[in-house]
């Protein structure tokens, strides 16, 4: 950590120079999906989020993908109890906060166990989906024949449309090439039913991302792979490198004409991963959308990494 940000109760909104910080907590903190530098800043859009560090752990004020509820959170396993304590009696003093934390990752509340000071409970539709590169790259087993279906679908349709090649492609290309993932933005809005409230928030995300992403360079470590035939754009996926360990999927956009482009896309970022030596893919949360759901749990996660709420136990 550089000690650039701000002390808590202090917080500032986050800024391009925030994010080595944040991306260096992150290098030697276990993290959730919501902590990573790139992720942040995408998803700021919908916020504006703030943050601040206290005894090491990074802090951040939300904005619910969903719901748009404030909330703080933080991230570390330093002086836990301390840290949860001045955040809870902050929020309890605000009036615009949450008067419980949110999307506290599980090495964070292992640390509070057994302090009868605290109550803490799971938010089963924010764990993070974890998919072990290693053990998935082959698809072997009956366990993995529903994926193998998914991209035998695939490779069908696209070989109706003349044939889609998957291609690792410079994250720039949001920028330069921006009207052709809002047109394919647009398609895949018209084919979902599914969290309409996310998917309004997600393109705020997504549309923060094409504006900045060249200033992005060198900030954050962001690999984007793209499903195209010629100029035509039928999906794309992105991903950011948050560990030598740990790869995040972040945005996964295809057009509803190529069934099972997702589960190719996949793939991609588990074989991307394997190639680096990467042990975890972490494909974030489900949010409570059931399409969503499904469709995370039919690529046969091998684990998760649970968040909570916590409050105060005399509340």
């Known amino acids: 950590m550089t000690g650039k940000l701000p002390t808590f109760p202090d917080l500032e909104p986050i800024e391009l120079r925030n994010l080595p910080d944040i991306r260096a907590i992150a290098a030697v903190i276990p993290s ?66 949450s008067d419980e934390l949110r999307l506290i990752p599980e090495h964070t509340v292992e640390q509070l166990r057994g302090d ?66 809002e047109a394919l933005l647009e398609r895949w809005s018209a084919g979902t039913s599914d969290g309409v409230e996310c998917s309004v928030s997600e393109r705020k995300a997504i549309a923060r991302l094409c504006e900045t992403v060249n200033a992005l360079r060198g900030l954050t470590d962001l690999h984007l792979h793209v499903a195209a035939k010629g100029d035509e754009l039928f999906g794309f996926a992105l991903c950011e490198v948050v560990t030598s360990n740990v790869l995040t999927s972040h945005f996964l956009k295809s057009d509803n004409r190529l069934p099972g482009l997702s589960a190719r896309f996949f793939m991609e970022q588990v074989r991307f991963a394997y190639a680096r030596d990467i042990t975890v893919l972490n494909w974030e949360q489900d949010l409570g959308i059931p399409g969503l759901r499904d469709h995370k749990l039919s690529l046969r996660p091998s684990g998760y990494l649970h968040k909570y709420r916590v409050s105060l136990a005399a509340d």
Request: overall charge negative.
């Open 116 to 181: 009868s000071r605290f109550f803490f409970e799971q938010e089963h539709d924010e764990r993070d989906y974890l998919y072990s590169p290693q053990v998935a790259r082959g698809l072997e087993g009956t366990v993995y024949r529903p994926i193998r279906q998914q991209i035998n679908r695939f490779d069908r349709a696209s070989d109706a449309v003349g044939g889609v090649e998957i291609t690792e492609a410079p994250p720039e290309l949001l920028a330069s090439d921006r009207k052709a993932f």
């Open 32 to 97: 959730s999906s919501d902590f990573t530098a790139g992720g942040l800043w995408t998803w700021d859009a919908s916020g504006p989020y703030r943050v601040a560090q206290l005894h090491g752990n990074l802090v951040v004020e939300f904005r619910h993908y969903v719901s748009g509820e404030a909330f703080l959170s933080f991230n570390g396993t330093s002086e836990v109890a301390n840290t949860s304590l001045t955040l809870l009696n902050s929020a309890r003093r605000a009036r615009n906060l």
